[in-house]
């Protein structure tokens, strides 16, 4: 069965730090890629989708490496606000939506401390 | 801000009194899904919808079932709800199912705690 797996965490990282995660994948006929962030007791909210030459929205990076079947996740001069918890998802092709294809990882919870 | 509605937000009820969740949006989203999520176990798919009148299993569909009379709304039934429906559910959608729904992502409602006595 397909599996996305995430180091649960917690990071703890001081204000202003880089910090990054990866997730890795089983299925390498895996297509779609996305990060997503969930605050406590709130819904998950797209973060950013994974292009496989890898993708910048501000403080955010987000690599594909289809060899070692992983994508990672970097914050640049990490916020308090950024503390949550980051799920990534990975998707099949042709899947129509369905779970069969759709498959979230349990997420990477992540603590700024001042 | 999430482009479906939820209700209730918050519900606890007791083992075997039915209830149901709706799950509405006005953007003329065709697909729509429930998920529910659980400590240590992630998020899980219920059920989703392709379009009005099909609808699917997701990966736990037991215990629940689903109804897309019309496009706007998915709700989501619990005929005898038992205490391992306690959760956090979600109902979800994707904005534009062009190019493929295995390319878009999935926006998630604002969610709907349930706790089953």
């Known amino acids: 069965r397909k599996e996305v797996e995430q180091d649960p965490g917690p990071f703890n990282v001081p204000e202003g730090a880089t910090v990054a995660f990866n997730c890795t994948y089983s299925?390498?006929?895996?297509?779609?890629f996305f990060w997503y962030r969930q605050d406590c007791r709130k819904e998950p909210k797209l973060l950013m989708s994974?292009?496989?030459s890898g993708n910048e929205d501000g403080r955010f990076t987000a690599q594909l490496n289809r060899a070692s079947q992983y994508i990672s996740l970097l914050i640049r001069d990490s916020k308090l606000s950024d503390s949550a918890t980051y799920l990534c998802?990975?998707?099949?092709?042709?899947?129509?939506?369905?779970?069969?294809?759709?498959?979230f990882g349990k997420g990477t919870h992540l603590i700024i401390q001042p | 801000e999430a482009q479906v509605t939820q209700n209730p937000r918050y519900l606890i009820t007791v083992t075997g009194k039915k209830l149901t969740v709706t799950c509405s949006q006005n953007m003329n989203h065709e697909y729509m899904s429930w998920y529910r999520q659980d400590p240590g176990l992630g998020l899980r798919q219920i059920y989703y919808s392709m379009n009005v009148e099909v609808t699917d299993k997701g990966d736990v569909p037991e215990g629940y079932k689903v109804s897309r009379k019309e496009k706007r709304n998915f709700p989501l039934i619990l005929e005898s709800p038992s205490p391992n429906q306690t959760s956090l559910y979600f109902c979800a959608y994707i904005r534009d199912a062009t190019g493929g729904l295995s390319n878009q992502p999935q926006h998630f409602g604002d969610g709907t705690r349930l706790s089953i006595l």
């Open positions: 998802v990975v998707n099949l092709p042709g899947s129509g939506g369905g779970a069969d294809g759709l498959t």
């Open positions: 299925n390498s006929a895996s297509q779609s």
């Open positions: 994974v292009y496989s």
